[in-house]
């Protein structure tokens, strides 16, 4: 395929309907996208990244009780006028960067959870036919340049379908979609492989391989066609990885190890780990950040120390 047809991703979906039953309670009436990395909510580090990406247009799926999500791309004029009037500019310039620009924010919604081909299909509208991204939000990557970008730069190559992958242990492919590379993705540090099959959470003794599927895509709107089929799949959902399956073969369909360290902010202990992930590197707190998980550290060493010198 020349470059020349290649067209860019210009539009990004952000499935946002889920119910965040993994933060219960703190998510019974705050969306789980708004739970807070550092200083900004899960939300907005993907937004961001998408931006990085060259990203124009942010579509997001949202369902009931979700409103929250929006107002917080929006502006917010009281607030900006009391950090004006009290020369906040530093911190003036961090809220509006969290202000997606006029005419580029698209809700569409979810009615019932059915599964996230479901969700990803409910934008079909208004993506029409062009290439474009998806990025899960329970899933964050810190990385330079960010997971999106990476994609982008690879995709501006190959064309076709780009989603990126990383290895996990085999006992866990249950969790996952799972690539079949035939075989390539042996050797580390290839970073862009060819898909040859996707299979959604497949039992580890069934996996055809221990590549995951992270949850930042780049497809081609011929996804859609398949999608509207509504078949169901694992757990009884319209999964988004048999809907790809099905453009293995007439479409290019790479499979991208990316380089930075992604983490399951959705669930207790990735959120634990991305906060001090993020934090330890944010010039603002950094050293305080990084000296008290030191510090805390070497206390639960003590303490199991001292348990074991009891028993
Ligand atoms: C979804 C996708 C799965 C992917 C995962 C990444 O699953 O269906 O293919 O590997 O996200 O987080 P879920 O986590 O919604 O069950």
Known sequence: ???????????????VAGLGTRFLPATKVMPKEMLPINDRPLIQHVYEEAVEAGIEEFVFV????????????DFQPELEETLQSRGKTA??????????????LFLTRQPKPLGLGHAVWCAAKLIGDEPFA???PDVLVHGTPGCLKQMVDVYNGTGGNVIAVEDVPRGETFKYGIVDTGGQDADPQLKAMPVQGLVEKPAPE????????IGRYILQPEIFDHLSAFETGAGGEIQ????????????????MRFTGQSYDSGSRLGFIQANMAYASQDTEIASDVRRSIIEFANMLKEKDQTNAAAE
């Open 1 to 15: 395929m020349s470059n020349l047809h290649i067209r860019p991703v210009r539009k990004a979906v952000f499935p």
């Open 62 to 73: 949202t369902g009931r009780h979700k409103e929250m999500l929006e107002e917080h791309f």
């Open 91 to 104: 911190m003036l310039d961090k809220v509006r960067s969290s202000e997606i620009p006029a005419g580029r």
């Open 134 to 136: 998806v990025l899960l």
């Open 206 to 213: 069934d996996s055809p391989s221990t590549l995951s599927v």
């Open 240 to 255: 988004l990885t048999d809907a790809m399956a099905k453009l293995i073969g007439p479409q290019a369909f790479t499979a």
